[in-house]
């Protein structure tokens, strides 16, 4: 290999964008699968690294600077892998989604915006803002016969 970079190349999603850590929700009684998207594009660029044993090779490096970076939570018939609906973000989405049994989808958003959706449609039902973004997963538990959803609100330490 040559000490030389080779071609940047435009690649779309980037390394964090389509599905990346955070938890999609698979609901029984609609039997769709609803994933969290980060629509991301970058330049990535080869460039010769030495290797370590054990520790991560990357190869390269890439960069989202300058490029559009939006999101989005999406239904999938798992066993088709087709698409049923989609609800646009204008940033993308790295929180995790929750289905519950009475047909709400949960996630939050970089924004502060925690929504809930109708799972068959993908209608925006219900909107709170928490007064930091949302990296994290939602959670559904009951005390005393009653429901409650609850999600951590703040950036932390990710960025």
Not at 105 to 111: A, K, L, N, R
Not at 129 to 144: A, L, M, R, V
Request: hydrophobic share 35%; proline share 7%.
């Amino acid at each position: 290999m040559r000490n030389a970079e080779f071609t940047i190349r435009d690649i779309c999603p980037g390394p964090a964008g389509a599905k990346e850590w955070t938890h999609a929700s698979y609901s029984p009684q609609t039997g769709l699968l609803y994933a969290p998207v980060i629509e991301a594009c970058a330049d990535f660029k080869l460039v010769q690294r030495e290797f370590k044993e054990g520790m991560g090779y990357w190869g390269g490096e890439a960069s989202a600077v300058g490029k559009p970076q939006t999101g989005a939570v999406k239904a999938f018939g798992p066993a088709t892998g087709r698409e049923v609906w989609s609800w646009s973000s204008e940033q993308p989405m790295v929180a995790s989604v929750l289905s519950t049994g009475g047909g709400l989808i949960f996630t939050g958003e970089p924004s502060g915006n925690f929504n809930a959706y109708d799972a068959r449609t993908g209608e925006l039902v219900w909107q709170f803002q928490t007064g930091s973004g949302i990296h994290s997963n939602p959670i559904s538990y009951s005390i005393d016969g009653t429901q409650y959803i609850a999600v951590p609100s703040g950036w932390g330490g990710w960025p």
